[in-house]
């Protein structure tokens, strides 16, 4: 960055572009844009059963129903009824076989929504039923996976395990997770003249849309199909491939009737009909030292994946490259298990397998440290990361800084976690029902997709005869402040106020080929795509001045809506009216693809990440030995962000990505009956953290002496996930609670999320033994 201050540019607090219009209820999203004249709305008929044949599908008293315009099933889609990412594993409709509850038989179009949802219980549908597989332990017995399975190895764990001083082993169970963004999936599908599409989509993925729809249609160019997104309601990875479905359908039917289409779901609709965070669970064993030092560590991963494999292969594979978190591990092996069940395809959430991964090691960690009597930090410590012969990862990338070690180091100090630890324990000893924990848990986060090929972003930047700037890139907004950030980067580029920015909404005509907004690498992609078209303007700009003032090149130097030439100077905008008379060119691309990424995705070797993002937490709870239920009460944090881009929108995102993780761990849990049928399908049955489950204390710090050592967009680096594992933190300091109701050394059995009933059983367990 600049040593100028700018308005709005790189590094500085600038409120998010749309914060007025968010607090207002002011701001546009899909379901507010003005429709056109005779828009039909349009409602799904659905699966009642998680596995069967369907026998029969009579739709002639759907099609009699009042409003009704369009009808369609699979045998009305006229290119192919696909609508999956990897695997065509995945239909628009089901035929003559669903395989979940809440799998599309057929979709209406009507006059009103309300219409369209009557209409669809009008029809006649008979099954005959078929067993679901339900559960990862049932789709391991019965061999049933969406993909083959995987390993990561290192070494030899089985000798390793043979020879280590102790042995541990164990079963592990983490639950999945519904977004629950506050916008539920929507699409408006408008039809032209031309034989052609334009879709407005609440999705992180246009490109992804627009290929997809085309397919469904049958259409010969993908061009054809426009796709544009100005805002969503919240996504956190559920409208990366889940938005495509609605997207698609609303096409289907605005391609069948002619006109517009929109399709909405209720809250209890996208609950049942989207998929979810993955649950796993986890096999391990693992040997260790006298010191805690794991010197063996073999674990069997499975997932509910559902259905079909959509994004799960991905997934589980982050899932192994963060196994290890911040710990060496000399000698491994992690088996993947894909499982296929009868419940909705699971998908993207907020960490894209890594906080499962992540809390499987945090857990082995715990149980190293209780085994041996010791503080759970002392073990987490001799395990990191070292300079040296441990530094590298189990997949082969090095571990090349000690930011960790400093975060933890500067961490346990700030927040007294020492000197906590002893008034914990003293206060524990005088009450007998409430009982408190403490914990400190670190994050060693990689960016980039895995996919190596995903990593690329492209911009589009013009600046007007005014000095005013429009930009348009490949990323979406969904609450992140990606919009703001990418502004920011052009106006410290071209050192102009970031008032004069006009930020537009994606759009699949203006740069083509983009990829999901997910990773956590949308600022770090579309911000270097950004900056590269400006830059392009800018020594355009630079030549002109240089030959039109008769100075050297270096001579000309843009400084805070300036251009100094020399002695002299002129404002940025006579300077661009002045290269407009002169014929300049002052529209621009911008590419960038991520350098020195390299992964070999059939033996598990390269370096998948460009780099590290790391952070750390301490959680303090108390629970409630009669009730089970748990306050969290103070929360400290230390994350790096590199040089932030932004240090407010970086700290909100620290925060939401915590409490989100939190809910993760601590209440957030999806039940589904013996019929596959989720029973947790509305905001009365399933809950998300609210403003009393916040801490009381709540101290976050972004660290501010570590500057991306990689060629980062100003050595910024990437937030939106990584926090999200400091939650572990909180999980943690609940099994510390629950340790000092009974013996310290024992070792609390607990799945997540921790809810009252099981903290309650873990309780009476350790009491009991």
């Known amino acids: 960055m600049s040593n100028h201050e700018i308005p709005g540019g790189a590094g500085s607090s600038k409120m998010h572009d749309s914060a007025r219009l968010h607090v207002t209820g002011e701001a546009d999203y899909v379901d507010d844009l003005l429709a056109p004249a005779l828009t039909l709305y349009a409602a799904f008929g659905v699966s009642q059963y998680a596995h069967a044949r369907v026998t029969t599908l009579d739709l002639e008293r759907v099609r009699q129903s009042p409003g009704v315009v369009s009808v369609v099933t699979a045998h009305d889609i006229p290119g192919e009824n696909l609508i999956s990412f990897i695997q065509a594993d ?69 000798q390793a395990l043979e020879s280590a001083t102790h042995h541990l082993e164990g079963q592990l169970k983490v639950g999945g997770q ?43 160019r993908i061009s054809d199909v426009t796709v544009m997104c100005r805002r969503m309601g919240g996504a956190f990875g559920g409208k990366e491939t889940q938005s495509t479905l609605f997207a698609c359908v609303a096409a289907l039917l605005a391609a069948n009737t002619g006109q517009a289409v929109k399709c909405r779901l209720t809250r209890q609709e996208d ?80 960490g894209f397998g890594a906080p499962q991964g992540i809390w499987v090691m945090e857990q082995i960690i715990d149980e190293i440290a209780r085994y041996l009597g010791q503080d759970p930090l002392d073990i987490r410590k001799r395990n990191f990361y070292e300079p040296g012969q441990r530094d590298t990862t189990p997949y082969g990338m090095r571990v090349e800084d000690r930011l960790l070690h400093e975060i933890v180091s500067r961490l346990e100090t700030d927040a007294r976690y020492r000197e906590r630890r002893a008034e914990i324990e003293d206060f524990n000893r005088h009450s007998p029902i409430l009982k408190r924990g403490l914990a400190l848990t670190p994050v060693k986060y990689g960016i980039a997709f895995t996919q190596t090929h995903l990593n690329q972003a492209g911009a589009l930047v013009h600046v007007y005869i005014d000095g005013s700037v429009y930009l348009n890139h490949g990323g979406t907004e969904m609450g992140q402040g990606l919009y703001t ?132 937490a301490v959680s303090e709870v108390a629970i409630d030995t009669l ?20 240090p407010a929108i970086d700290r909100g995102q620290i925060e939401g990505a915590f409490l989100q993780g939190a809910g993760w761990l601590t209440m957030e849990e999806l039940i589904w009956n013996d019929a596959g049928v989720l029973q947790t399908n509305t905001s009365s049955s399933y809950k998300i953290p609210a403003c009393r489950d916040c801490p009381v204390h709540f101290n976050v710090e972004l660290l501010e002496t570590a500057p991306n050592r990689t060629d980062s967009v100003f050595s ?48 009476q367990d350790i009491r009991s033994t």
């Open 90 to 158: 995945e239909p628009v409709f089901a035929s003559t076989h669903v395989e979940c509850v809440g799998q599309p038989l057929y979709a209406v179009a009507a006059q009103s929504f309300q219409q369209a949802r009557a209409a669809v219980n009008c029809a006649r549908v008979e099954y005959d039923p078929l067993v679901p597989v339900l559960t990862v332990e049932q789709a391991l017995a019965d061999d049933s996976f969406v993909l083959p399975s995987k390993r990561l190895s290192r070494g030899n764990a089985t």
């Open 271 to 350: 609950m049942v009909m989207t998929g979810k965070r993955h649950d796993f669970m986890a096999l391990y064993q693992v040997g260790f030292d006298d010191e805690g030092r794991i010197e063996g560590y073999r674990v069997e991963l499975s997932s509910r994946c559902g259905m079909s494999a959509d994004l799960s292969g991905f997934i589980n594979d982050r899932a192994m490259l963060h196994s290890d978190n911040c710990y060496f591990l000399p000698h491994v092996t992690i088996n993947s298990h894909r499982c296929k069940t009868n419940t909705v395809s699971n998908t993207a959430f907020r």
């Open 485 to 616: 950030k990418v502004a920011q980067v052009v106006a410290e580029e071209l050192q102009i106020d970031i008032g004069r920015i006009t930020i537009s909404a994606a759009d699949t005509s203006k740069v083509p080929n983009a990829s999901a907004t997910a990773a956590s690498v949308g600022a770090d992609l579309n911000g270097k795509a950004a900056q590269a078209a400006a830059r392009t303007i800018k020594i355009r700009l630079i030549e002109f001045a240089a030959k039109h003032f008769h100075i050297r090149p270096e001579e000309v130097v843009f400084s805070n809506n300036r251009v100094l030439l020399g002695s002299q100077h002129i404002s940025f905008q006579d300077l661009v009216a002045l290269a407009y008379q002169e014929r300049i060119s002052l529209s621009a691309t911008g590419f960038y693809r991520t350098p020195e990424i390299e992964f070999d995705r059939s033996n598990f070797t390269g370096r998948p990440f460009l780099y590290f993002s790391y952070g750390a």
């Open 178 to 220: 519904e977004h629950f963004y506050f916008e539920s999936q929507v699409a408006l599908a408008i039809p032209n003249n031309d034989g052609g599409i334009c879709i407005h989509s609440a999705t992180q993925y246009p490109s992804h849309i627009q290929q997809a729809v085309a397919r469904v249609l049958g259409l010969k």
């Open 716 to 763: 910024s680096k990437a937030v939106g996930e990584p926090p999200f594992m400091l939650a572990i933190s909180v999980f943690q300091a609940i099994k510390d609670a629950i340790a000092a109701a009974g013996n310290l050394c024992r070792r609390p059995q607990l799945d997540a999320p921790a809810t009252p009933e099981r903290i309650l059983k873990a309780i």
């Open 627 to 646: 009730t089970g239920e748990s306050t969290l009460l103070r929360v400290d944090i230390l994350h790096d962000c590199g040089r932030s881009l932004n």
